[in-house]
């Protein structure tokens, strides 16, 4: 791919642009930079008249109401889905804790809720929390030595006894991809529900929750050019109606009394209280920001861009990658050789490139396959070759450093 090509997408991100910007930022898996399309949609969104939604007939919150509820529209059309199936939530993190909480009821002592070892702690510790309370057990799917998690394993020990599955799409620590239809088709066989994670996915790839046909699908808007605070948990319907709310308050109700109170219908019986509406709004300019650009060219950009880093840093003898899935998308971990990887992203900030080091929020995979932690570098569509050259001579200029 030509660079005139690469820098197609970046000029559409201010952040990346201002006179004297020198910062090479390879931390999109934390949080992407934002389009101009989002800054203009929150800026227009407060100028022309800010409302509550659903609450007054008057014109602004008219108009709040009419935005929000398109956004809905726009995510679901983003993930092949309908609107009804779209609650809005803060993030995976909370999107999480509402599935944990919502299922609480369900799960009796003896059931299996399974996870991963690969986990983002916002889709284990939740999961651990639930067993505690409910007296479940919660099961672990290991990983291999490469980092791809062990499918007959999963299959070996998976029984009717598990009730819910909650697994990473895309893994934020080493980028493998998990083959989710082929876990989604096993569990269901079993009665399980299926809950994907997919923060670090919804970026990187195509996402359509019904080819991937999981119960429910969670991301972050910060993770795909949106705003930060604003999150999707979707829902067949079915599930969405299994779940009970675990935040109670307006919006959600439909009759209360003194005493009692009866619940809104979907989705707003998942959606208490006034809501994030400039971040759903930001989020659906997100989403129609990368919807103008022909989805295959965009993703070969990404993975044009992935596969070169992946072979400059292979072919690099001071580095060492952690994690080699057979399947990948987005990012990148690993440690220079005899560097802590906390002195190594010291030394990298120091030549204005910014890189995520540490255990990542995965512990447990951690301590399998990086004790100290890695460094990771992760990617938006932004990026650029040259970008990825600059990194490659930092860790000569690093190495050099430590190797005198
Ligand atoms: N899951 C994964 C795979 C993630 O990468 C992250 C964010 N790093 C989360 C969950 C949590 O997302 P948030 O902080 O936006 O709630």
């Avoid at 675990?246 to 989705?267: A, Y």
């Avoid at 990368?290 to 596969?307: A, G, I, M, V, W």
């Amino acid at each position: 791919m030509t660079s005139a090509k690469q820098h197609i997408y970046r000029r559409y991100f201010p952040s990346l642009n201002r006179e004297n910007q020198q910062l090479t930022y390879l931390d999109s898996a934390a949080s992407t930079q934002v389009p101009e399309a989002v800054l203009n949609a929150i800026q227009n969104y407060y100028q022309h008249g800010h409302g509550n939604v659903h609450r007054a007939s008057h014109q602004f919150a008219r108009q709040a109401t009419n935005a929000f509820e398109s956004a809905r529209k726009t995510i679901a059309e983003f993930i092949g889905s309908k609107a009804d199936n779209i609650i809005w939530t803060s993030g995976t993190t909370q999107g999480c804790n509402m599935l944990a909480n919502g299922l609480a009821y369900s799960l009796t002592e003896g059931d299996e809720i399974w996870v991963s070892e690969l986990e983002h702690h916002s889709n284990l510790v939740p999961w651990q929390q639930l067993a505690a309370r409910t007296r479940a057990t919660l099961k672990c799917i290991p990983i291999l030595n490469n980092g791809d998690i062990d499918i007959d394993n999963f299959k070996e020990h998976f029984s009717e006894k598990c009730k819910i599955l909650a697994i990473s799409h895309v893994s934020n620590s080493i980028g493998a991809l998990l083959p989710i239809p082929e876990l989604v088709r096993h569990a269901q066989q079993y009665g399980a529900k299926v809950i994907v994670d997919g923060a670090q996915a919804i970026a990187h790839l195509d996402v359509n929750v019904e080819r991937l046909g999981c119960d429910y699908y969670l991301f972050s808007g910060h993770k795909v050019y949106g705003p930060t605070g604003i999150g999707v948990l979707y829902g067949k319907t079915e599930a969405l109606e299994a779940l009970q709310p675990s935040i109670f308050g307006g919006e959600m109700i439909s009759q209360v009394s003194c005493e009692t109170s009866t619940w809104n219908r979907l989705p707003y019986r998942l959606e208490a209280g006034t809501p994030n509406i400039v971040g759903a709004i930001g989020l659906a300019a997100a989403l129609k920001f990368l919807k103008q650009f022909p989805l295959k060219e965009r993703l070969n950009h990404e993975r044009s861009l992935l596969n070169y880093a992946l072979k400059k840093l292979r072919e690099h003898p001071k580095v060492e990658l952690i994690g080699t899935p057979m399947m990948r998308v987005g990012l990148i971990s690993f440690v220079l050789k005899g560097i802590h990887p906390q002195d190594a992203a010291t030394l990298f900030d120091q030549y204005n490139i910014a890189l995520r080091c540490g255990h990542h929020c995965a512990m447990p995979l951690s301590k399998k396959l990086a004790k100290q932690g890695s460094i990771r570098l992760s990617l938006g569509l932004y990026n650029t070759q040259q970008e990825i050259d600059k990194l490659i001579e930092a860790i000569d200029n690093i190495m050099e450093l430590f190797d005198e």
